[in-house]
């Protein structure tokens, strides 16, 4: 991920707010903001053939603990246009590859219950579920959300 594909990633953000199925956030943020909220590597994007940018994912520290220094939070929007076409599976799967490579031993993402869509894509690249935190955020319109639980242990960073 770039500066340059900054836009691509804002709008993708935008439209999962628009959406309502993938983040608590209201707006998106600053790229500045982004950048600060989330570890440096690995933020990656994905490009259709002719180089446009059709998803994005980060991973963003659950604790400034040194203890939970392997441990991240997943977050992986892919462009509604695209959906469905095999990048946030490519996408998810590049992401674990290079969290191992930067020494993360577990990757954790909390998904709206119902983003079946996300809920599929995590539970294929090997996510598994470990609770739902119920009524744990109020949306602009007054709805609670549940958020399910996932986490991903890898099989070669932290098995000493």
């Known amino acids: 991920m770039t500066a340059a594909d900054w836009p691509a990633v804002a709008r993708m953000y935008a439209a999962g707010i628009v959406g309502g199925d993938a983040t608590f956030e209201q707006a998106v943020p600053s790229r500045e903001e982004f950048l600060k909220a989330r570890v440096s590597s690995p933020r990656l994007v994905a490009r259709e053939d ?5 998803g994005w994912a980060a991973l963003s520290p659950t604790s400034t603990r040194p203890v939970y220094r392997g441990v991240a939070e997943v977050s992986i929007y892919v462009d509604p246009a695209f959906a469905r076409r095999g990048a946030g599976r490519a996408l998810l799967n590049a992401l674990i590859e290079a969290s191992e490579r930067a020494g993360f031993w577990t990757l954790q993402a909390g998904v709206f219950r119902e983003n079946v869509a996300s809920i599929a894509l995590h539970e294929s690249c090997g996510f598994e579920l470990v609770g739902v935190s119920r009524r744990v955020g109020q949306m602009a319109d007054g709805r609670w959300r549940d958020v399910v ?12």
């Open 50 to 54: 002719a180089g446009e940018v059709v």
């Open 149 to 160: 639980l996932y986490e991903r242990r890898s099989e070669v960073v932290g098995n000493e």
